[in-house]
Nanobody, 121 residues
Framework: QVQLVESGGGLVQAGDSLRLSCAAS????????MGWFRQAPGKEREFVVA??????YYADSVKGRFTISRDNAKSTVYLQMNSLKPEDTAVYYC????????????????WGQGTQVTVSS
């Protein structure tokens, strides 16, 4: 089992930056895939970014603005979000999986509880 706890969400203005953290515990996770998804009200959970095996995958909507990184010593994954837009408003979820199986949310094994990000215009 892997436990994931997100933090760092909040209310910001358009153009601001925010960094989300995902603290992981439980079985060794860092050899697998780690990623971030988001879900806006009334919409499906959508892929944001993930890395696995030295590869990083970004959704087109965040490419160039968001960056994923990890600190293995702290068992923490980060999502740096720059140039935020109102359409980035959503609950952001950290996800983990034994290996990367794609961008569909149902192909990921473990989830955090989510953290709310609200971007005002």
């Amino acid at each position: 089992q892997v436990q994931l706890v997100e933090s760092g969400g909040g209310l910001v203005q358009a153009g601001d930056s925010l960094r989300l953290s995902c603290a992981a515990s439980g079985r060794t996770y860092y050899d697998g895939a780690m990623g971030w998804f988001r879900q806006a009200p009334g919409k499906e959970r959508e892929f944001v970014v993930a890395f696995s095996g030295g590869n990083t995958y970004y959704a087109d909507s965040v490419k160039g603005r968001f960056t994923i990184s990890r600190d293995n010593a702290k068992s923490t994954v980060y999502l740096q979000m720059n140039s935020l837009k109102p359409e980035d408003t959503a609950v952001y979820y950290c996800a983990a999986s034994t290996y990367y199986r794609g961008r569909s949310y149902d192909s990921w094994d473990y989830w955090g509880q989510g953290t709310q990000v609200t971007v005002s215009s």
